[in-house]
Every structure is written in C-alpha cells, then in structure tokens.
C-alpha cells in the first residue's frame, strides 16, 4: 500500500479537529510531507506531529475532508463499518425494508461521517453521488461494500457524479451504472409513486429531503386551491391531490419538469382534473395572477445561494418572492416557504420573510418551522450541514 502522505498543522490550527469538525482549510496547513495528488488519502498530524485525523486531499478551500479521527485504515471493512451504521439508523427510522416506503437517503455526506457522499436508494437502486474527488477514486470499493450491506434488496448502483465534482480536476467523469442496469424508475414515498429521473434529474434524480414536508402539506390540503411553484417533479401537488385539494396547479419554468410533475400525477391519479400544469417563470406567474385564486402556496425555489458571495442578492430573491405571495394569496391562506441554500442560515431566511410580510400589510402567524428530515442528519460537529429551512405561515 502506498505510504500517506502527512499534512503538518499550523500551531493551534488544530482545534476544530479536536472539536470533531471534519474539515481542515488550506489556510491551517504549515506544510506537506509527500508527493500529494487530488483524490488522495492523507495523514492529518498537529503542529508537534501527533496524529489527529485520516482523509481526502483535495484543492480548494477545504483542503482535507476527514474520513475517520482514529488511526485506522481505509479499506473494505471501513466502507462496510460506515454503510452498515447508515442503513441501521435508516431501518430505526423505519424507512428502510419498507412496502410504502422505498425511497430515502442512505448517506448524507457528513452527517454519516462520509464526507463527499451521498447515497439516495430510489427502491432496488441505489444512486451514489461523489461531491469530492476522494470519493469519487473510491466509487468502486464503495459500490462492492453498498451491495454486501444491501444484501437481495439491491438490484443496480448508478453513479451521478457528472455535475457534483470539483471541474478543474478534469476527471472526463461520465454517468453510469457502476452495477446492474434497469429502466424500472418507479419508487413509492409514503404509499405514493413517482417516476425518478437518475439519469438527467436534479440531485440524484428526485427531492428527498421534503418527504416530511411534504406530508404536513397533505394534513393542510382538503378543500383547498393549492399553487406548487418551482414545482420539479411535483411531489408537493401529489401529496396535495391526496389531501383533498380541490385543484391543484404546478409551474416550474421548466418544461421537462412540467412534463414529470404531470406523469406523477397521473401515476397516482389517472384522469383526474384536478390538476393542472404551466411552464412558466415563477415571479411572471404570481404577477399575473389573480389575488386570492389561492389559498394554500408553495414556494420551494433552487438554491438563490450557492456560496456567501451571493448571499446578498439571494436574501433580496427570497423577500421578493415571498412578498409576491403575501400580496396575492387568499386571506386565511396557508403558505409553504423554503429554502435550501446553505449559505443563508434560519436566521437570516426569517429575516427576509419577515421582511416580505411587512412589506405586504398582511397579518401573518408561524405555524410550524421545517427542516430536513431525519435521513439527511447533521453532524453536530459540522452545523454547516444545516441546509433546509422552512415556514408555514397563515396569513389573514
């Protein structure tokens, strides 16, 4: 085996890692011992040379992403050790073995100390995402111990690697299975079924992280006239068909989304005229539409802020939207508002509908705050992982 390399820590640049952050920044390095290559595994020791942590080298700000802080090796039963925690905390959360569940997120990066990974089973397929290039050199291995912990239940392993990793390492990465092959896309979420777009969908083919979510909209939908916006593949108006809804619409400004939003309705609800759907830019729509045509809203918009630099304009993004949604939706409406950018904190998300309310005139009351559920954990270490965040509002 190839010796690692070790990265030598400046002085009191250690800490973080003594708190069991599983990042180490370029800015915290004194120097390298070794000829070290992206993707590789590499010895974190302290300014004096002890040992603090193992993982993958990679360039950028996050130099290292730690894979383990005990001196072990990164072999098969590494790999075997971490997906067998993943799916047992899966199964505790009775998501996994499921008949009306077979879709959840296995591995949720650091919150399953696998930092660079995410692994989402879509019923026997398995989608595995690389966010780093140490994961990425490591597809293969992870595959063999995915299918070991697996057992029967899984049938494929896609990879959908091709727009999660880092550009300038120049991998040529291309999407495929790494085992199996199927054209079955069907998954069932909480005795629903959706089509799931692996190959040329977002993520890793569908939006796991509202399933909650997306169940407290149901409990919200009888007798309602619900607006899903930024609709993607329409989980939001699926569950709102099953809740009672007296009419569903879904827009999204793209086409190919539309056109999947309306296949799963149809998979859970053929020939109903319930719904219907518009390709069609989102603020464009709620301008032009009448005020008080509804009475429940989503606004479940794409990241407006991918790193900090666009934190700004994003917060301005999120209070324009929501105060769009203020002025038109009905009185006594009920409004769903998110957002899954990890650069604005809950904090900061509030702000800016609170912002948006003002703005409106409108009285509005809290009614519950979201967030991911229990299959995208956070490392308590590592509140970075914090990503979603969200409101219902009642609005008078």
């Known amino acids: 085996m190839r010796q690692l390399s070790t990265i030598h820590l400046k002085r009191g640049k250690e800490d973080s890692l003594r708190r069991f952050h599983p990042w180490v920044f370029s800015g915290a390095i004194q120097r390298i011992d070794g000829n070290v290559e992206e993707g590789d595994l590499v010895l974190v020791v302290t300014s004096t040379g002890d040992f603090i942590a193992i993982g993958h080298w990679q360039i950028g700000s996050i130099a290292v992403r730690v894979l383990t802080f005990s001196d072990e090796a990164i072999d098969a039963a590494f790999w075997h050790r971490r997906l067998s925690a993943a799916l047992e905390l899966r199964r505790a959360l009775h998501l996994a073995d499921t008949t009306d569940n077979t879709t959840y997120r296995l591995v949720h990066g650091e ?25 990425h050199v490591c597809r293969e291995e992870i595959a063999k111990a995915l299918r070991d912990v697996m057992g029967e239940s899984l049938h494929s392993i896609f990879y959908k690697s091709e727009t999660t990793l880092p550009f300038k390492a120049e991998l040529g990465q291309e999407n495929g299975f790494l085992w199996g092959d199927t054209a079955d896309n069907i998954a069932v979420e909480n005795g629903l079924k959706f089509h799931i777009d692996w190959l040329h969908g977002q993520k890793t083919g569908f939006f796991v992280d509202q399933r909650d979510n997306r169940s407290l909209l149901e409990s919200f939908a009888k007798g309602r ?66 005020t008080g045509a509804y ?26 939207l929501n105060a769009r949604a203020f002025e038109k939706i009905a009185p006594g409406g009920i409004l769903f508002t998110f957002s899954c950018s990890q650069a604005v904190n809950k904090d900061q998300f509030r702000l800016a509908v609170f ?18 559920p229990a299959d995208h954990p956070i490392n308590i270490y590592h509140p970075e992982g914090e990503y979603l965040k969200g409101l219902v509002l009642h609005v008078e």
Not at 266 to 275: A, V
Not at 308 to 319: C, E, P, S, V
């Open 111 to 135: 919150g399953d100390n696998l930092p660079g990974l995410v692994i989402d089973i879509y019923g026997p397929t398995a989608v595995v995402q690389a966010h780093s290039v140490g994961m």
């Open 225 to 290: 006239a619900v607006l899903n916006m930024f609709c993607y593949t329409g989980g939001f108006s699926v569950y709102a068909m099953r809740g009672g809804a007296r009419l569903v619409h879904s827009v999204d400004s793209s086409a190919k989304a539309i056109d999947m939003a309306t296949a799963n309705v149809n998979l859970n609800f053929p020939g109903d005229t319930r719904h219907e759907a518009f390709a069609q830019d989102a603020f464009r729509f709620l301008s032009d539409m009448k």
């Open 295 to 320: 009475d429940l809203i989503i606004l479940d918009p794409p990241a407006f802020a991918k790193h900090k630099d666009a934190l700004r304009n994003a917060l301005k993004g999120y209070t324009r």
């Open 355 to 372: 912002t948006a309310a003002a703005q409106s005139g409108r009285r509005v009351r809290i009614l519950h705050q979201l967030h991911q």
